[in-house]
C-alpha cells in the first residue's frame, strides 16, 4: 500500500514539476501569470478559437470511433463478435483513465476487462489488444516513413536517416508476429512461462491462439491496418486544427513527426495522464522547428483541454454503469 502511494506520489511530482518548470521557460520575458501567455500566443477571436476547438474535438471523438471499428474487426476475426456501441462506449470511457492513471495503456486494460464480461476469455481479449496495439504501432512507424521525405531541405542526413529507419523498424516489426516464425516464436515463450506458473502459460497461449486466427485472414489485417492510419492520423489532425489560432506557421510534416513522438512518450509510466511529459515535449520539439515556447505550451494546453473534454465524457458513462451485452452475430 505504501509502496503503491510513493509511486503515485512521485508521478504526481513529475507531473506538477513538469508543468511548472515549462510555465517558466514559456513565459515571455518581464511577465509572469498564466493571462499574459495565453494572450501573447492568441492571434484568433474567441469565436474562431471556439470553433478550431469544435473541430479538434470531433476529429478526436472521431479516431475513438474509427479505434472501437478497428477492435469489433479484430474480435470478430478471433470469434468474439461485440455489438459496436460497447466497444465505443468502452473506448471513451478508456480516454478517461488514460487522463487520470498513469500511462496511456490504462485504457487498453479497462477495454480488456470491458470485453471480458461479454465474451468470457480474458487471455483471449488480452491477444486481440495486443495486435490492436501492434497495428498502431505500425501505423506510427508508417507516418514516420511519410514525413521523412517531407523534412526540410537543411535538414541533416542523420536525422534523416533516423527517422526513416526507426519508421521502417516501427511499422514492420509488428507484422513479424504475424509471421509464422514470429508467432512460433510466441508460443514457445508461453510454453516457457509454464516454469513460472501454469496460469500465466495457459494464458499466454490462448492470447497467442488469438492472435495467430486474426492473422489469417489478411483481408481483415489489411482493414484494421488501414483503420490504425486513420486513428492514428486524427489526433494529428486535431492537434493541427488547435494550433490554428495560435502565433505559429509551423508546416504540416513536423505535426506529423512529433505528436505520434509524444503520444509514445506518454505510454511511460512516468507521469499522471503524461501530464507534465506531454508539455515538455511539445515546447521543446516544436521550439526546436520555430514555434516560440509560450505558443507550444498553450498549443499543449488546448491539446489536454480536448482531451479532459472527453475523458469527462467518459466518467460520466462510466458513472452510469452497463448492463452485460450479448454478443453480436
Known amino acids: 500500500m505504501r509502496r503503491g502511494l510513493g509511486a503515485f506520489a512521485l508521478r504526481l511530482a513529475v507531473a506538477l514539476g513538469g508543468l511548472t518548470l515549462v510555465v517558466q521557460l514559456a513565459m515571455p ?22 470553433s478550431w476547438f469544435a473541430v479538434a474535438a470531433g476529429l478526436f471523438g472521431a479516431s475513438y470511433a474509427v479505434g472501437a471499428l478497428r477492435f469489433k474487426d479484430l474480435l470478430g476475426s478471433a470469434g468474439m463478435g461485440l455489438h459496436y456501441p460497447t466497444l465505443l462506449r468502452a473506448y471513451i470511457i478508456a480516454s478517461f483513465f488514460n487522463l ?13 476487462a470491458d470485453a471480458r464480461r461479454d465474451v468470457g476469455s480474458g487471455a483471449r481479449v488480452l491477444g486481440i489488444v495486443v495486435l490492436e496495439r501492434l497495428l ?49 516464436l510466441a508460443r514457445s515463450l508461453g510454453q516457457y512461462l ?50 490554428r489560432p495560435l502565433d505559429t506557421d509551423v508546416a504540416f510534416h513536423w505535426y506529423a513527426v512529433i505528436i505520434p513522438f509524444v503520444t509514445l ?34 498549443l499543449s494546453l488546448s491539446t489536454l483541454a480536448v482531451a479532459l473534454a472527453w475523458g469527462s465524457i467518459g466518467l460520466l458513462l462510466f458513472l452510469s454503469g452497463r448492463h452485460q451485452q450479448p454478443a453480436a452475430t
Open 29 to 50: 520575458s518581464g511577465e509572469s501569470g498564466l493571462l499574459p501567455l495565453l494572450r501573447s500566443a492568441w492571434v484568433a477571436s474567441a469565436t474562431e478559437g471556439w
Open 100 to 112: 487520470v492513471l498513469p500511462g496511456l495503456i490504462m485504457g487498453d486494460v479497462y477495454r480488456l
Open 136 to 184: 498502431g504501432f505500425a501505423a506510427l512507424g508508417s507516418m514516420a516513413l511519410l514525413a521523412a521525405p517531407m523534412l526540410p531541405g537543411e535538414t541533416p542526413l542523420t536525422i534523416r536517416a533516423g527517422v526513416a529507419l526507426l519508421g521502417a523498424g516501427v511499422t514492420l516489426g509488428p507484422f513479424i508476429l504475424l509471421t509464422g516464425r514470429g508467432q512460433a
Open 194 to 243: 509454464r516454469r513460472l506458473s501454469d496460469r500465466a502459460s495457459k494464458t499466454a497461449l490462448e492470447a497467442v491462439a488469438a492472435i495467430e486466427q486474426a492473422g489469417a485472414q489478411r483481408a481483415i489485417i489489411a482493414r484494421t491496418f488501414g483503420l490504425s492510419l486513420a486513428n492514428q492520423w486524427l489526433p494529428v489532425l486535431a492537434v493541427v486544427a488547435l494550433a
Open 265 to 298: 512518450a506518454s505510454l511511460l509510466p512516468i507521469s499522471i495522464g503524461g501530464a507534465g511529459v506531454r508539455e515538455a515535449l511539445f515546447v521543446a520539439l516544436f521550439g526546436a522547428v520555430g514555434m516560440r515556447p509560450e505558443v507550444a505550451f498553450v
